[in-house]
């Protein structure tokens, strides 16, 4: 079952929370298959922020141990903490939990210690914390931003399409997909007579929306167990943010800058875990916290 998210801090610019805005300092780990950290990797990709919060990408495939780096599928060893299992990064701030740790995770180098793991938190982070970092000025939540919205695309996309697949009887199941496509067709028919769904300018509610719907076609169909009926076909992607807005392009990110070019190639094993942090603030530029 997906499970709560357990930290719900933030990174504030006026050093209201314990985790102030620092480049450098924070990691973003991911993984590339989730809808929830795909969110914050699109707004990581428009407020340019890839010097400034580094980020890692667990391996595709997980066990019961949770998301791990490196081993068995060949993607890069965690280069930040050496982590094996992101499940290590829960340690410090709750030594007794034996939970999974979720992805998106937002984890300060600092303090060693997971600020966030609540995607929707994360992205306002990102939207609004490091701004003194970034020439970008977007705000992807102008006053207008209808929380209710969000909060029904929540319920009936985001997690709706888990209720489809984790439904234990075909009652539940016909509810979930059944509530799934009317909210995209209540959403099709919002998007009529105007581009995004809060009117010209796209918004968070836009990206939450944006990253359920686009993996229909592969990967949800498995998470629904089934072909929707014949009449029900996925929503076509007028429904969708993707066609007018530049996607930005994830996959591929841009090259490490020296400082981290460096930090990659240390592989975890060949220096002790432990000075990996404090080794990689300095090479981030991570002013030091008391
Ligand atoms: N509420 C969380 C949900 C995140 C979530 O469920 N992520 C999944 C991947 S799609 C995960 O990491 N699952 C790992 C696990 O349950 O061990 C958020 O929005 O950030």
């Known amino acids: 079952m997906r499970q709560p998210s357990r930290f719900l801090d933030h990174v ?12 450098g300092c924070y990691v973003l780990y991911v993984s590339y298959a989730c809808p929830w950290a795909h969110r914050a990797i699109i707004v990581r990709r428009l407020k340019r922020l890839e010097d400034v919060m ?3 990408v667990v391996n595709p495939y997980r066990d019961e141990r949770g998301w791990g780096f490196g081993e068995p599928v060949g993607s890069a060893a965690e280069p930040f903490e050496g982590f094996r299992f992101l499940a290590e990064a829960s340690a410090p ?9 979720t992805v998106p995770t937002l ?53 709706g399409v888990y209720r489809c697949g984790f439904a234990a009887i075909q009652a539940a199941y016909d509810e979930a997909v059944g ?4 909210r995209l067709d209540l959403l099709d028919r919002r998007l009529a007579d105007r581009r995004y769904l809060m009117g010209p300018a796209i918004t968070e509610v836009d990206w939450r929306l944006f990253t359920t719907p686009v993996r229909f076609d592969p990967r949800l169909r498995r998470v629904l167990q089934d072909e929707p009926a014949p009449d029900r076909r996925p929503p076509e992607p007028r429904a969708l943010p993707a066609r007018p807005v530049p996607a ?3 996959r591929r ?33 991570c002013p030091a916290r008391t």
Request: net charge negative; hydrophobic share 40%.
């Open 93 to 101: 701030a709750d030594p007794d939990c034996t939970g999974r740790v």
């Open 253 to 285: 990110d841009r090259p490490p800058r020296p400082g981290q070019a460096a930090l990659l190639r240390h592989a975890p094993a060949a220096e002790p875990e432990r000075d990996l942090p404090r080794r990689a603030r300095a090479r981030l530029g």
């Open 12 to 23: 504030c610019p006026d050093g209201t929370t314990a985790y102030p805005a620092a480049a």
């Open 54 to 56: 580094p980020m890692a």
């Open 179 to 182: 509530r799934l496509f009317a």
């Open 107 to 159: 984890w300060d180098t600092a303090t060693r210690i997971i600020v966030c793991n609540e995607s929707a938190l994360i992205m306002r982070t990102l939207d609004r914390a490091f701004d003194a970092f970034t020439d970008v000025r977007l705000d992807l939540r102008p006053p207008a931003l209808v929380e209710a919205l969000a909060e029904e695309i929540y319920e009936d996309v985001n997690n």
């Open 248 to 250: 930005p392009r994830h």
